[in-house]
Nanobody, 122 residues
Framework: VQLVESGGGSVQAGGSLRLSCAAS????????MGWFRQAPGKGREGVAA???????TYVDSVRGRFTISQDNDKNTLYLQMNSLKPEDTAVYYC?????????????????WGQGTQVTVAS
């Protein structure tokens, strides 16, 4: 499975960005997809995940501001990020997993993209 993220950039606080993740290869092995982020000096944090039946979960810090979605026809995962805050600054990664249990834990994911930088200025 190959994953390629796009859509990162620099915005002012309160702004919006939409990340995309194009999946190719043996995507049928991905029972669920997730978005993670890693800020400098910090560990990789699960942001949102979506299962093949559209069950969704979010980390509390982004609930109500971020929306995860997927277009199965295009094999593309999205993350709409609104009301961005400086603390959202990080490299954002998409990932593919096959075990929904603890869906926001990085260890549950088998394939990762290369990441896209999101910078939110105050």
């Amino acid at each position: 499975v190959q994953l390629v993220e796009s859509g990162g950039g620099s915005v002012q606080a309160g702004g919006s960005l939409r990340l995309s993740c194009a999946a190719s290869g043996s995507t049928g092995t991905c029972r669920h997809m997730g978005w993670f982020r890693q800020a400098p000096g910090k560990g990789r944090e699960g942001v949102a995940a979506i299962r093949s039946d559209s069950l969704i979960t979010y980390v509390d810090s982004v609930r109500g501001r971020f929306t995860i979605s997927q277009d199965n026809d295009k094999n593309t995962l999205y993350l709409q990020m609104n009301s961005l805050k400086p603390e959202d600054t990080a490299v954002y990664y998409c990932a593919c997993g096959d075990n929904w249990y603890f869906a926001l834990r990085a260890a549950q994911y088998n394939y990762w993209g290369q990441g896209t930088q999101v910078t939110v200025a105050s």
